[in-house]
């Protein structure tokens, strides 16, 4: 490979597991996985949202804890409406302008991405 930034940062990632970009922030797919992200399109279009919300809980049992966050976005969407995502999405924008440490910048912008996948779903757009 090259010697570029760019390079460097595609070798470290496909070694170590991350999805970081230059600048050290995370990219665009950070904490999203691919099988409750197409839940969570099926979820935003459903008229059953609790059973939809059921499936994420089974599937998502062994998955990391950004699965989890899956869940609780359904279940805050179900309590106060479909208009939760962008509300939500718009806090932690704001949240990240702030001053925070690296390890909450990361912690919000995945947040962000999971809602990204909901969003696309309600929305037609696929990103934030």
């Known amino acids: 490979g090259g010697r570029g930034e760019e390079d460097f940062i595609k070798y470290l990632n496909a070694k170590c597991g991350l999805t970081r970009v230059a600048g050290g922030g995370l990219s665009s797919d950070a904490g999203r996985i691919e099988a409750l992200d197409a839940l969570a399109v ?37 309590e106060k409406g479909d208009d939760f995502i962008n509300t939500e999405t718009s806090r932690l924008s704001r949240m990240l302008e702030g001053s925070l440490s690296d390890e909450k ?22 990103e934030l």
């Open 42 to 78: 099926k979820f935003m279009g459903a008229d059953d949202k609790a059973a939809d919300m059921e499936e994420t809980v089974t599937a998502s049992a062994d998955m990391a804890k950004e699965a989890q966050y899956y869940h609780k976005v359904m279940k805050k969407v179900i």
């Open 105 to 126: 910048k990361d912690q919000f912008t995945v947040r962000k991405n999971i809602l990204g996948a909901f969003a696309s779903s309600s929305d037609g757009h696929t």
